[in-house]
């Protein structure tokens, strides 16, 4: 099968800045990626490209071969970093809307992992915590057997038992298949769970090498390896 | 697809505006159940007085609820596509096309009820008063003339109440894509989205008020022997067409540059 | 994660693996003949990404310490004489360690070798019969 996402001197730019300086990029399938990199290194542009929310400016970016839209949305699950539900929406509401759009949506898996989380099923978003609609929102995405999984920040402002249970449901979905795309900066909670990781700094891919490889080649983890590539 | 993003539109509008069409009528017959009462007859001033009152405000209410109504449809657009909701909707598997077409046909629809609910509120105030019987005897005598008038031109009679039906069905369809459009221009202005969305309504609204007041300019040379030499009826079907032709025109523009803000220019926060 | 794959973050995550599992076919936890969990439960158990432990395992099966069979997936060798053999090993790895810890804390080899055989008399009063 033909790599999950390619970019080749990809290129995006706002009206003063250039996130993107020129990308080249391959991902292939049935890995946990790491996207790393400090703030405003292009991370989240580089997602929103993928997942299809942006244009690039130059270069060119494919998921599973093809332009993103709308046939690539069917295959990508994308979670964004903020809270993209309607206020109005409940919990099983939610999981009929995904079942409605999404082919791949695995409802009785979402109501399970809903369910062992004891999220009450029809409260309205805009009477549930932070916490507790993100943890949603990230069931949602991950009861799709989507082709790439893209995760914003999952586990930013989540309590450390919650974070255990993300990165646990992400590991025991693992399809050869797919690939799953973790950006985040809390690199050490997340480091054994990875393959691969890309670090992107101002826009370009710095590094795009194995967590083991980092750790054979430097005698440290990913993240002191990162602190040290990175310190201001 | 389409079918499903317009009954997740209904569900999420259905809230805020059901209760529109249930407040005309609500007053309607409150209005209704008052002045069959006649508390204040003793007081012919104020009973008159109270009357009018009454119609006024229910007159105020139906115009309230129909802008209420429009800002609610055209705020949904804007909140769903374009804030946070909008990760949602623009990484859903559907084209830029299905997204805008579901918006309007559930304004569409909408606006189909509230109109409904406020011809149900006025027969419930007034069916059966002598006022209403008179003026809608009036109509129904100035509909038969007019229908008589065309007795003899089958087709033509044909054209104009054709024309008269797309032009009450599709004008409010481009009237809304009009708030779309702006919208979706008011958004390549970073920092100002809001305020060069209102500004675009109104620039777009002016410039297709100018285009058709060209385009009569232009045609009157030859409008004003086309008027002047032909029957009144067929000056009507022409200057409806006309109209019809502009509305069309405009749903067509102002359509295609939603779908390209949709498609092209989409930058989320 | 599970507390019971302890794993450093300074050192690659497979060959902490591979030892993990060659510890457990030591202990018996993975008796000799006996049928190796597949790769994602495995992957699962130890919080770590699968391929990593598809690497570990494959690491394995170069050494002889697991076999693939083609219906029935992997099984841990029944060949007594290289277990011992990596027990052997093992220990002498730990024995290395353990006196140079000794040495660190300034007692010499043969001292420390002397106070490891008191408390393994300590622990086993009968001496194990020969054979």
């Known amino acids: 099968m033909e790599p999950v996402l390619e970019c080749s001197r990809l290129v995006k730019d706002y009206e003063h800045t250039r996130a993107l300086a020129g990308v080249d990029l391959t991902l292939y399938r049935g890995r946990i990626v790491g996207l790393l990199g400090p703030n405003g290194s292009g991370k989240t542009t580089l997602i929103k490209l993928a997942a299809g929310l942006l244009q690039p400016t130059a270069g060119e970016i494919l998921v599973a071969g093809r332009a993103p839209g709308r046939e690539t949305k069917a295959l990508v699950s994308y979670l964004p970093e903020r809270t993209y539900l309607p206020d109005w929406m409940s919990a099983s509401q939610a999981v009929e809307f995904f079942s409605d759009f999404y082919a791949d949506f695995d409802a009785a898996a979402a109501m399970d992992m809903l369910g062992r989380l004891a999220i009450p099923l029809e409260s309205r978003f805009k009477a549930l915590s932070k916490g507790t609609r993100e943890k949603i929102q990230l069931i949602l995405v991950m009861s799709r057997r989507a082709q790439l999984y893209l995760l914003d920040e999952p586990i930013g402002g989540v309590d450390p038992a919650a974070r255990d249970y993300i990165l646990q449901t992400i590991l025991s979905n693992y399809r050869e298949d797919a690939t799953v795309v973790i950006s985040t900066h809390l690199i050490a909670d997340v480091e054994q769970v990875l393959d691969q990781v890309i670090f992107l700094r101002s826009g370009t891919v710095q590094l795009c090498t194995s967590v083991d490889e980092i750790r054979a080649e430097h005698g440290c983890s990913v993240d002191a390896f990162f602190r040290e590539v990175y310190k201001c | ?269 | 994660m599970e507390t019971g794959w302890q794993l450093s973050a300074d050192r690659p995550i497979y060959l902490q693996l591979v030892e993990h599992l060659q510890l457990s076919i030591l202990s018996g936890q993975l008796p000799p003949g006996g049928r190796v969990p597949p790769v994602r439960e495995l992957a699962a158990e130890a919080g770590v990404n699968p391929n990593t432990m598809q690497r570990a395992l494959q690491d394995l099966e170069q050494s002889g310490l697991v076999q693939t069979q083609r219906t029935s997936g992997r099984t841990v060798t029944q060949d007594a004489g290289m277990i011992d053999a990596l027990r052997a090993q093992r220990a002498r790895r730990e024995v290395g360690a353990f006196l140079d810890s000794m040495t660190r804390l300034g007692m010499p080899a043969r001292a420390a070798a002397s106070l490891a055989a008191d408390e393994a008399a300590r622990r086993e009063p009968q001496p194990p019969r020969e054979g």
């Open chain 2, 1 to 269: 697809m389409l079918s499903k993003l317009i009954k997740h539109e209904l569900r999420a509008t259905s809230r805020p505006i059901l209760p529109l069409g249930a407040a005309m009528v609500a007053y309607a017959l409150l209005y209704r159940l008052l002045t069959a009462l006649h508390l204040t007859r003793q007081w012919p001033n104020l009973d008159q007085t109270l009357a009018g009152l009454g119609l006024t405000f229910f007159v105020l209410l139906m115009a309230a609820c129909g802008l209420i109504g429009t800002f609610l449809l055209v705020s949904r657009y804007y909140h769903s596509l374009y804030t946070d909701e909008g990760y949602l909707m623009n990484t859903l598997p559907v084209t830029p096309g299905e997204l805008v077409w579901s918006k309007l046909l559930t304004a569409f629809l909408w606006s189909v009820f509230l109109t409904l609910s406020g011809i149900v509120a006025v027969l419930a105030a007034a069916a059966g008063t002598a006022t209403f019987r008179e003026v809608v005897g009036g109509l129904a005598d100035a509909i038969a003339q007019g229908w008589q008038m065309l007795r003899f031109d089958p087709p033509l009679r044909a054209v104009i109440v054709s024309e008269l039906v797309l032009l009450i069905l599709l004008s409010p369809l481009a009237g809304f894509l009009r708030f779309y459009a702006a919208i979706s221009l008011g958004q390549l202005m970073r920092g100002h989205r809001l305020l060069g969305a209102v500004a675009c309504y109104f620039a777009l609204n002016f410039a297709f008020s100018l285009a058709a007041a060209l385009l009569m300019m232009v045609t009157g040379g030859l409008g004003v022997n086309l008027f002047s030499s032909v029957a009144p009826s067929a000056a009507v079907a022409v200057a409806w067409g006309y109209a019809l032709g502009i509305v069309v025109v405009e749903g067509v523009v102002y359509f295609l540059i939603s779908h390209w803000g949709l498609s092209k220019k989409l930058e989320l926060e």
